[in-house]
């Protein structure tokens, strides 16, 4: 036994040996089974990591063989051009660039547009970037500038209805309240006027009426028709509907009733109810209280 065998061994590994020279060793030994031979095959963490490698140097090399050398890809063709951004350009312009790389111009159809100017291009087919063969034709649309629509006349219209109307035409509504005298909720101005021709889409003002200023009914009970009818036309109010009943005594040609009652708040125009005492007479003409004549 030689001295220092046993230091070499265990800085050999301990004497174990390694798991590819154990497959190795096995290979072509008689008795060896195809199974065990797999088994020690996949229980080395080198063989596989071959095995990996090898398969993904295959298929790579395959793969560049097929398509560069069974299969190339056809030629480029020659005569190309790039199709370029026609956009926000006049046709004469357009035509004389086109011409320069061999493309035809061909106008297709028209449309308005709120922003871009009459007769400048807002579309083109192909589009830009792309590629055509010399010779092919480039379609474009033109702008005919923004859409011109005479103001629809709204005023004396509510002003729910006049927005309706305007909004159905292309128009954009705002709406202002003002003071006025016509009644709550009606259009009393337009800006622009009624009929002038305006860009769609574009703001019409409306000046809504805010209505007449609101003030305290008076009290007409125990005046006079005459009296009660006078108060009225002073504070601009109409008078509408006068009424009799019958009344004993110092009520009569006095108003008992009005409608709206005293403190409610009103506008001027509005209409005034009245109801006035009257002497009245029962069946037969008699009147009541009044013994008939002899």
């Known amino acids: 036994m030689k001295l220092g065998g046993s230091r070499r061994r265990r800085r050999r590994g301990g004497g174990k040996t390694p798991p590819w020279k154990s497959l190795l060793s096995g290979v072509g030994k008689k008795g060896a089974g195809f199974r065990t031979w797999v088994s020690a095959f996949f229980r080395d963490p080198w063989a596989v990591g071959a095995l990996i490698l090898l398969a993904i140097v295959g298929f790579s090399g395959g793969y560049l063989i097929s398509t560069r050398v069974v299969y190339p890809p056809p030629p480029p063709p020659g005569d190309v051009s790039p199709v370029p951004d026609l956009r926000d350009q006049p046709p004469l312009e357009v035509a004389d660039t086109l011409r320069a790389l061999g493309l035809a111009l061909d106008l297709v159809d028209s449309m308005s547009h709120p922003t871009i100017p009459a007769g400048q291009i807002v579309g083109q087919s192909p589009l830009s970037g792309q590629l055509l063969l010399v010779g092919d034709t480039v379609r474009v649309t033109l702008s005919t500038g923004p859409e011109q629509r005479p103001v629809p006349d709204v005023l004396e219209l509510r002003a729910d209805r006049a927005r309706t109307i305007l909004e159905a035409s292309g128009f954009l509504v705002l709406l202002d309240s003002v003071d006025a005298d016509d009644p709550r909720g009606e259009v009393v101005g337009m800006s622009p006027e009624a ?63 009005q409608d709206p009652p005293a403190r409610s708040m009103v506008q001027e125009g509005a209409t005034v109810r009245l109801v006035v005492g009257r002497r009245g007479t029962y069946s037969g003409g008699t009147p009541r209280g009044i013994l008939p004549p002899p």
Do not use: H, K, W, Y
């Open 195 to 257: 009929g002038s021709e305006a860009t769609i889409p574009m703001e019409v003002r409306l000046s809504v009426s805010m209505g007449p200023p609101e003030f305290e009914m008076p009290l007409l009970v125990g005046l006079s028709e005459e009296d009660a009818v006078a108060v009225l036309d002073s504070l601009g109010l109409e008078v509408g509907e006068v009424e009799t009943r019958f009344r004993f005594g110092r009520d009569q040609g006095l108003v008992v009733e």
